[in-house]
Structures are given as C-alpha cells and as structure tokens.
C-alpha cells in the first residue's frame, strides 16, 4: 500500500507514486495506491482510493489521522510507505508501535507489517528556510528514523547528507533512487541520430528549474552549432516567469528558435525524447529530476547539472556541469552538438526498472532492521 496524501495529477503518471505500486503488483503483491485526488491512470490490477486529502482544507490533518488508521486496520498491508514529513503519519506510525508494545498479543497471527517512509527530499533546506523551520524539518526526520522500518532516500548525494544529521538511526536509511517507468521498460541501448537539431527539456515552467540558464546557454552556442532549436516540454506553473524567458530568448536574438509546448500526454512525450538530439535540465535545485532517466531509457544524450545530485547520472553516460553556468553548459551543447551520438551515452543496459528497486526494497526489509 502506498500512501501519498495529497493530489497526483496527469504529469505524475511516471513518477515514482505511481510507478511503485504497479511495480509491487508486477512482483507478486496486491498493491493499492492512497492519494487525496488522482488525476493519473493505473493499471486495473492496482486499487486506487481516492480520499479527498490534498492538505488545503482546515481539518485534513486530523482527517488524514483517522483514514490512515482506518486504512491500516481494513487493508492490513504488509509494507505501508508514506511520503513526506509533513503529515501525520509518522505520528500515526508512532501510535501503532506503542499500541503493539502495551499489547504484545495484538499482532499474534498476523504478518509482520513493515512502515517506510519515501523521501524525497535531499537534505537541503529551502532558501529563506528560518532556523526553527530548519530544526523542526531535521527534528521530525531523525524521529522518524527511529519510528519507520526504513527511510528510502533518492540520491547519494541526499543520502549522504540526512546520513551526517546528529542523532540519526543511520541502519534505517536506505538509498533507493527512483528507476525507468513501466512505459519506457525496456530502455533502448542506441538509436541513430534524428539530425533535428533540436534540444529538448522537459521541465515545469517555473524558476527553480533554470530555464533562463539553458535560453542563454543555446545563444552562446549558437555561434558553433548553428540552426539549433530548444524545445520545452511541461507544465508552465509562472507565467510571469515565462512571459521573462520569451522576452530573454527575444533579446538573444533567439525568439524564432525558443518554444514552449506545455504539457503533453504520454505517448507524445516518448515521441518527443525520441526527436530530440539533445536532453538537456539545468535545473537549479532538483530532489531527483525523473526525465533525466527518461531520457536515458530512450537513448537520448543527458545534459544536466549537479543540482538534484546531478553525479548519479554520470554512470549512465550523462554529462553533469555545475548549476547556473551557462558557459559550461554551452560548451557541452556544442560538444555533443557537433559529434551526435557517443558510445559513453549507450549504457542503458545499467539502468534499473522500479520491480528491481521494489525487490531490493522488500530484500532489504526482510532481512531485519535495526
């Protein structure tokens, strides 16, 4: 059972909440997916419950208490996995524990039920995050080090990070970073250039992701690499933020050359990897950044930068330059711009499906917890 406690919608279809159950499932489990509102599609061998829990609503907390208490009780799940620490199901996770200790023969007969908590998050704090935010993030997730079986963490940069935190349970970390969906299983191992000259980036419209960076980035280039494209795929969350890219892209000379799709639906986003030259996230912070395992599965060459612990990816053959930096970034558009395909961006064979992370994750519970 996972539990995510607020809303899913079409852009998550290959994220990480929906890709675990179906995962789950694939390996033997029944599976269900907890979400407030759902706007993806599941596979019909996975339960979908939808419940109405998004956290805007005064009351969600206490609600979101009781429901996973009720969940708890009618599914009896052997693995339950949370997301996030800020919700109440550590607490109800607390609870449950304390119940089981005060009656010993409460759990007599049943399975050994087993708590995860899946963060993601990479143990940066938010800019402008004041000191007592800072502590209580730091404070709930060493706590819930000692409540949960386990605490999965996507990088190992992250991984490294939560790992330093006084006081943590350390034995209870575990690195488990998100893998290919389902729909792009099995990765491609090459593919010929599809000579478009064209840069793809697939990333929601909004300032944390550095598009400006990539904009300025293809101006640079342009000099060497000539009649090159950048194509923009995603949900554009600030349009005041947008409206700055055009304008950028417009002053650089480059407003013929800079397109922003918005949002497509699946099937168009294979097509779209598979069209491109180059992939290309200058994200600026990133807790894992999906589409760059995306990208790999479908062959296309990686770009990306260290933000997001860019360096995991460096294995799979992509090419990582430091956050903000145009000029580096530029130099790599060129670079692969000029040569194509290379044989350091055919290791597909490397990447991992979520059923194997989903069997690591149930080997690793099965073989005990501190």
């Known amino acids: 059972m996972y539990c995510r406690l607020t809303a899913l919608g079409v852009s998550n279809s290959m994220s990480a909440w929906t ?3 179906v995962a789950f499932n694939r390996i033997g489990f029944r599976a269900k997916l907890i979400v407030g509102r759902a706007g993806v599609e599941l596979p019909a061998t996975v339960a979908l419950e939808e419940n109405g829990i998004t956290g805007q609503l005064r009351g969600d907390i206490c609600r979101e208490f009781f429901d996973v208490i009720r969940s708890m009780n009618s599914d009896k799940p052997t693995i ?13 996770v607390l609870c449950s524990r304390i119940f089981e200790r ?9 399975a050994r039920q087993y708590w995860v908590l899946k963060l993601d998050w990479d143990g940066i704090h938010e800019p402008g995050a004041g000191f007592w935010s800072r502590l209580v993030r730091t404070t709930v997730l060493v706590a819930a080090s000692y409540v949960y079986d386990l605490v999965t963490i996507e990088t190992s940069c992250g991984f490294g990070r939560v790992s330093r935190f006084p006081l943590i349970n350390r034995p209870r970390l575990f690195l488990l970073a998100n893998a290919v969906p389902y ?6 191992e090459r593919r010929e250039s599809p000579n478009s000259r064209t840069i793809l980036s697939v990333a929601r419209v909004s300032r944390e992701k550095g598009l400006e960076v990539l904009v300025r980035a293809l101006a640079k280039a342009s000099s060497d690499i000539p009649g090159w494209r950048l194509r923009v795929v995603g949900e554009i969350q600030d349009r005041e933020y947008l409206k700055e890219l055009r304008d950028l892209a417009q002053s650089l000379g480059l407003e013929r050359s800079v397109e922003f799709a918005g949002h497509v639906a699946l099937p168009q986003l294979v097509d779209e990897y598979d069209r491109a030259d180059i992939f290309c ?13 995306e990208a790999l599965a479908r062959a296309t060459p990686v770009i990306t930068t260290d933000a997001g612990c860019g360096i995991d990816f460096e294995r799979y053959g992509a090419v990582v330059v430091p956050a903000g930096d145009s ?17 350091g961006m055919t290791r597909a064979s490397m990447l991992r499906s979520y059923e194997d992370q989903a069997r690591e994750l149930v080997s690793r519970l099965e073989s005990g917890t501190k």
């Open 19 to 21: 890709q675990y159950p």
């Open 183 to 188: 729909q792009l299983w099995p990765p491609i």
């Open 80 to 92: 339950a996995v949370a997301n996030g620490l800020r919700t109440l199901f550590p607490i109800t």
């Open 327 to 343: 000029t580096a970034l530029a130099n790599a558009i060129v670079r692969i711009g000029k040569v194509g395909q290379t044989s």
């Open 102 to 110: 005060l009656r010993p023969n409460f759990r007599r007969g049943r």
């Open 281 to 293: 996230l200058p994200t600026l912070r990133e807790s894992f950044g999906n589409a760059r395992i």
